[in-house]
Each structure stands twice: as structure tokens, then as C-alpha cells.
């Protein structure tokens, strides 16, 4: 099942980090992903868009290990990571997940939040993964709310704690699993700013998103899924404002008619 | 396994790829079955192979495993067991009952209903904290020595009456965390339907905590098929008391060894359909967590 392709602009000729090949996706006997086939290149921001159980999350989940995949293939860097010999938790150290719900530790404070990975699992002393977490909540607006909890932080707040804890172990590549979506429409832009920011620092993003203005300003390159295929993909002013496939006008005209766009 | 799907999309078959994937996915279950059976069986081995070759095994064997003697005490043990079964399902009920109701009106709001809400928090408090075995003896002895009947009341029904008071203070308890952890907003839910605090408790509420606190009440429930045991210190002759007489009678404790079998051998469906229903609860609450 192929894409439709279209003539690719230079951003695509990187070296690829994340490339997902023919992956299949079932749960139980329903299909969700029918072969689908994306590539992250080194330093791309690439968007998946889509409407609800389109399967982008399930993409980000499969890519990163966190579901088992059905068929198909994931290359990380060139090594197949669906091989059933590859330890999955050392792929998974050279990810970065960011969840809709934060998914932040309750019982543990935002500093303990980012400081578990790099000590628990990449062996960094106490005081290295402090001066760490304190340089990425410098970066992300937190170094007042270290010693907080979870619970004391707005939603906005907790998805850039999240965001933080997920790139301080400096993963290969950022998912980023519609990071806006369950925040109030006023704390949308405190997070989105955050990930354009890392973004234009160069980190390698893979993110699914319901925010096309922000999927045109930053994505590189956005595929659109339906029904678990990618149905067209290309440069962001390519697919966004002039898609050629059916389908993915029919999705943008309900985006601009519901005054999303 | 299946090996095609039919979906909105046709039909899939995996790719080569993914078969010899599985195939890997096989071996190495199957390696890590074999290697599970063998130590598992080395163990048994060792256990077997150790305990038979200690010093005071031959004395141990004739004293507590003596086939004739088993086999003399079983139906007497057995139908002291029936006893127990049939205690056991009484007070089973009761103590659900009893247990609801003191949840429910723990949970209740307002000072009108303090005076209730007092009453069931000392009963929770009291009977929790005395000893079965304490408790026990009080209820056995001293409920008749208030002569409210003219007529013996059977040990069975006041030990019977003595489990039901302690498991329904802890069972109340598991009741209540359940009820806690129903969410709020399901509670303003069912208000905002028009339902009164009775009717959102009763059809909103209350199914949801049932169904969460499961695993813990058949856990409770596993603790309570040995403990109506208990209910031999009155004289009743159940399971635990007809071993008794066998060993005092045949100066052999093999009876003890039947009895001690036959209540493993209740425990063990519960103790599995707790594991059934906790894993069932387990994949409906954390769909997709398979890590």
C-alpha cells in the first residue's frame, strides 16, 4: 500500500533516523494500520495529521515499542528495532515520548521526574542529573516549580515538565502524541512555542497533531493518515493548502470550516 | 494464532519477515517453558530427595502420613467439611449484607445521619480489632449465658454469628475504599440526572465499586473458608474437630494432614478465579498497557 508519492523537496534527502516500513497494526482481529510507511530524517520535524482513529497514536506507540507491531519493520538509525532480539528497553532509552495526558509521576517531584531516566537507566550521578534537569527547566519556564508536584502545576505546565522529562535523557528522536490536546485553549500556546523551540535547536520530531496552523509553521513534512494508511504526504504548503487526493480535501475543508485552519 | 484478518480492508497475510519473527517469538518461549519446567522440577526434586532423608523422616511419615489412617478419618472429616461449606456460604452472605450496609452508611453525608454513621464506626473499630478467637469465645459462652431462649443455641449458629461480626468490619472496609475511589464526577453525574443520593449510590456508585473491589472480597473470601474452621473451639463437629477426635483416637496425626488438604483443596478455585477475575479487571482498566 503506497502513498501517494510526490516529488520531495531537498528537506528529504537527510540521513533518516526513524524509518517505519509496511507497519501493521492489529488489536485483536481490527485493524488499525494497514502498511504504513514513514521516515524521520536527522534534525525533521515530521507532522501526522489525521482525524480521531486515523491511528496516528497507535504509529507513535508501535514506533517507539510501547505496542507490540503486527507486521512490518521500524529502523532506528538503520537497526531494525521490531527484530524480536533487540532489547526493547534499551530502544526505548533512545526515545522521547511525550503523551496527550503528561503521563508525569504523581508521587515525585517535577526535578524527580526528569532526573529518574538519566540516573535510574542511563547511570548519571545525582549532581549530573540535577545540573541537567536544571538547565532544561530553565528551558522550558520550570525552575521555580522544581519542588513541586505534579498536582500543583497548571496543564500547561505539566506538558512542558513532561516535555523536559522526555528530552533529558537526549533521545534520537521526540514523539510527541497530540501534546496539546487535552490542555484549555490558553495553555496551547506555552506548549507549542516549547516544542518550536526544540524544533529549531534541531531535534529530530516525530508528533501527531490536531494543530494545523502549528503542523504548517513547523512540520518539515506531514502525513496525512486515514483509516491507517498514509493517504498523501509532502511539504507542509503542499499538503495543507493544495492536497490532491480526495480525501485529504475533504479532511481540510471540515478543519477550515470548523475554524481550525 | 490467526493468520488472516478480515477488516474494512480485505484480507491480511504476513510477510515472510514477520513469520520467521514469530518463529523467534516460539523458540524462545518454548526455551524459557523448558527452562521453567526444569528448575522447577530440580526444586521438587531437592525438596523431596532432602526431606526424606532427614533424620526423623520414618517417624514423621508413620506419624503423619499413615495411608490406613486417612483413609479410616475421611469420611468423618468429610462431612465435617460439608459443616463448614454450609457455614461457610451463610456467613458468606451475611457478611456481604452486613458489610454493604455498614459501607454505605459510612459513606453518608450530613449530621442528621452522625449518630448512624457513629454507631457503624465503632462497630467497624470494635470488632475489627478483637481477635476471632476472642471473639469467639465471647459470643459462644456469653450470648447463652443470657438466657434468651430456653433452649441450647447451637455453637454452630453463634460461631457462625461471631465470623460474620469480625469479616463484616474488615469487609465494610474494602467496601468503603471501593466506594472512595468511584470518582466524583460520576456522583455528580447520575445528581444531574435528577437521581436522589440513594438511587446514584445504588444503580451508579455501588456497581462500580463491587466490580473494583472484587479481587480483594474473594481474597477475604479465601481467608474466611479456613476460618470458619475456627468454629470447632465451640464444640461444633466440623472438618477441624472430626480431625481432632481422629487423632486423639488413633494417637496418629494423619487427620490433621486430610483435613489440612481438603481445605487447600476448597481454597484452590477461589484462589484461581481471583486470579481470573483480577486479571480480567486488569486488561478492561489498562487498555493498551501491555508493557
Known sequence: ???????????????????????????????????????????EVVALIG???????????????????????????GQDISDPTVDADTVRSRFGVVFQGFNLFPHMTVRQ??????????????????????????????????????????????QRAAIARAIAVEPRVLLLDEVTSALDPELVGEVLALVRELAQDGLTILMATHEMGFARRVA????????GRVCEEGPPEQVLADPVVPRTQQFLRRIIDAGRL | MSTAVTGSAGTYRPTPLELERRGVRARRSRRSTLTALGSTLAFAVLLYVS?????GWPRVQESFFDPDVAWEYLPDILRGLWLNLRVLAVAAVLTVVVALLLAVVRTLRGPVWLPLRLVATVYVDFFRGVPLI???????????ALRFTDGRISSVVLGTAAIVLTYSAY????????????????????????????QSMRLVVLPQAVRRVTPPLLNDFVAMQKDVGLISLLGAVDAVRAAQIGALESFNFTPYVVAALLF??????TARLADWVTARAARREQAGGVL
Open chain 2, 171 to 198: 469487609v465494610s472496609e474494602v467496601f468503603r475504599a471501593g466506594i472512595d475511589t468511584v470518582h466524583p464526577s460520576q456522583r455528580l453525574g447520575a445528581r444531574s440526572l435528577g437521581l436522589s443520593y440513594a
Open chain 1, 113 to 158: 521526574n526528569i532526573t529518574l531516566a538519566p540516573r535510574v537507566v542511563h547511570g548519571a550521578s545525582v549532581a549530573e542529573a540535577d545540573a541537567r534537569a536544571e538547565e532544561l527547566l530553565t528551558r522550558v519556564g520550570l525552575l521555580d516549580k522544581a519542588d513541586a508536584y505534579p498536582d500543583r502545576l497548571s496543564g500547561g505546565q505539566q
Open chain 1, 220 to 227: 518539515d513534512h506531514v502525513c496525512f493518515l486515514d483509516q
Open chain 2, 134 to 144: 476472642v471473639l469467639l469465645y465471647l459470643v459462644g459462652f456469653g450470648v447463652p
Open chain 2, 51 to 55: 526431606v526424606t532423608n532427614a533424620p
Open chain 2, 264 to 269: 487447600v483443596a476448597l481454597s484452590v478455585p
Open chain 1, 1 to 43: 500500500m503506497s502513498a501517494l508519492s510526490l516529488p520531495q523537496g531537498p528537506t528529504r534527502d537527510r540521513d533518516v533516523v526513524l524509518d517505519v516500513r509496511g507497519l501493521v497494526k492489529h488489536y485483536d482481529d481490527t485493524p488499525v494500520l494497514h502498511g504504513v510507511d514513514v521516515t524521520v530524517g536527522e534534525h
Open chain 1, 51 to 77: 482525524s480521531s482513529g486515523s491511528g496516528k497514536s497507535t504509529l507513535l506507540r508501535c514506533a517507539a515499542l510501547l505496542e507490540p507491531i503486527t507486521d512490518g519493520q521500524v529502523l532506528l538509525d
